[in-house]
């Protein structure tokens, strides 16, 4: 199964850029596809490899040595099938990884598509509903200076009535006044003639600077009037356009709600999935962990007391090698002093002989005799024995002897050359279990599998073996073993 963080990297990505998203899915099935060819090539490999070891056992079987090739056999039958079972559970393993990764991605895939959809129709629904508000603000901002309008128009009609009234009264006042001018014009015509030209200029001035007066007013009424609709208009042009820049921010940040919303929940649901999933692998991996564990110590105190027999032997190997050293030491010893001793009775005896013919060369007579008879001449004319030829019978049984004891004795040192020898062999061989030997480093090893083919090289015979008549057995660590999964 993916992780969390596997998941939300595929959700971004597939909602930044689904093409790329669909290039990589892509790019994961091939290498899907080369993983199952991989894994096919293996197999067809493990079936070639069985089809060569049968061969093998065949041309094996043909030999002479078939107990020795059966064992072997046997063996790399043995890591054969163990290496396929591997690989069938390591497919099998593949496969179930693959069928559930496809799995997880239809359903990661339909379910992302389920939301998408939810959040289209969710996004459709807010679009609508913020275009109705935002249609209902225009309005009401649209009656809103409409109603604006009529009471700035109202004000202004009334303002304009109220002038017209003063100017009418005024009007009225002045007609009034006239027809009082009039009348007392009549009635002092003359007396006030002047004056009245006075007060009517003097009116006429007034009735002007009130009018400019008044059209002054107008024309501040109607340009404020004026300012206050240009300035309404800018207001509202720039509110609509605050309006604009705020509805964008506005879906921006609902759009981030919603699709953090959205994360945050998909992160939620995977992270309870994920965190059942990995507390029931932490279950099985702690009981794969303690079943290895307690396989391992069983292993190690099998491997302890094969250490401490192989210990006691290799003590008792030391031993006899000690005591065998010690007396080959002793017999080498006797060996020279006898070796000697046959050197000084040679030299005695060469001396001797030498003595004995100058003797013998003036005594023919005695020598021919000494021939007829020889039983005789070890006797003088008395009959008593005589002590040069006793000592010189005695010099040459003696001699035999010394002869004999070394030719024992050359048999028993190349006897024990080879008992040494053999007990040397033992003891390499006892050094070569407890660690690897030098012929191991050497040569190839069966069991030890690179891209998934065996070392098919049978290991050779060394001449030590050769000339004991034996073969050597290759010495393989528990620690290998236990990893070829032969000692359980």
């Not at 293996?42 to 078939?66: A, G, H, P, V, W």
């Not at 400019?212 to 300012?227: F, G, P, R, W």
């Not at 401490?308 to 005591?323: C, F, V």
């Not at 006797?334 to 030498?354: F, T, Y």
Request: glycine share 2%; with cysteine.
């Amino acid at each position: 199964p993916l992780t969390v963080s596997q998941l939300t990297f595929h959700i971004t990505e597939w909602n930044t850029s689904p093409a790329h998203y669909l290039e990589n899915r892509i790019m994961v099935e091939q290498e899907q596809d080369r993983t199952t060819n991989e894994i096919n090539n293996e197999l067809e490999l493990s079936l070639k490899n069985r089809t060569e070891f049968e061969q093998i056992q065949q041309e094996l079987r043909s030999k002479k040595q078939e107990i020795d090739v059966e064992k072997e056999w046997e063996i790399i039958k043995e890591d054969a099938t163990n290496k396929l079972s591997r690989y069938d559970v390591a497919i099998r393993h593949l496969q179930n990884e693959l069928d559930t990764v496809a799995s997880q991605h239809d359903s990661a895939v339909a379910a992302h598509s389920t939301k998408v959809d939810e959040l289209v129709d969710l996004y459709d629904g807010h679009l609508m509903g913020m275009e109705r508000r935002f249609l209902a603000d225009i309005d009401r901002m649209k009656h809103q200076f409409e109603e604006q309008k009529t009471n700035m128009d109202e004000k202004h009609s009334t303002s304009v009535k109220a002038l017209n009234v003063e100017i009418d009264a005024i009007r009225a006042a002045e007609l009034q006044d006239i027809e009082n001018a009039l009348l007392e014009h009549d009635q002092v015509r003359q007396e006030v003639l002047n004056k009245a030209m006075e007060d009517s200029n003097s009116l006429r001035v007034r009735m002007e600077s009130r009018k400019e007066e008044l059209l002054e007013l107008v024309d501040a009424c109607n340009s404020k009037h004026s300012q206050l609709t240009d300035q309404k208009q800018e207001d509202f042009k720039k509110l609509c356009i605050k309006d604009a820049g705020n509805r964008k921010q506005i879906e921006a940040k609902l759009k981030r709600i919603d699709h953090v919303q959205n994360a945050i929940s998909l992160i939620k649901s995977k992270i309870n999935q994920e965190r059942m999933n990995f507390h029931d692998r932490n279950a099985k991996v702690n009981a794969e962990k303690k079943k290895y564990a307690e396989g391992y110590q069983e292993l190690k105190k099998k491997m302890i007391q094969i250490r401490e027999i192989q210990k006691r032997k290799l003590a008792d190997l030391t031993k006899a090698a000690n005591q065998g050293k010690r007396e080959l030491e002793e017999r080498r010893q006797n060996a020279s002093r006898i070796l000697k001793l046959h050197d000084h009775c040679k030299n005695l005896e060469m001396e001797q002989g030498l003595s004995l013919s100058a003797n013998l060369g003036s005594n023919c007579a005695v020598h021919k005799k000494n021939a007829e008879f020889p039983q005789t001449d070890a006797l003088n004319p008395n009959g008593a024995s005589d002590d040069k030829a006793c000592s010189l019978d005695n010099f040459w049984r003696r001699y035999n002897t010394v002869i004999k004891q070394t030719e024992e004795l050359e048999l028993e040192e190349r006897r024990m050359k080879c008992i040494c020898q053999d007990l040397q062999g033992r003891l390499k061989m006892y050094n070569d279990a407890l660690t690897i030997n030098d012929e191991m480093i050497k040569n190839t090893n069966t069991l030890l599998v690179i891209n998934g083919r065996v070392g098919k090289k049978l290991p050779q015979k060394s001449p030590a073996d050769v000339h004991v008549g034996r073969r050597r057995l290759t010495v393989v660590e528990a620690g290998h073993l236990f990893a070829t999964s032969r000692v359980r």
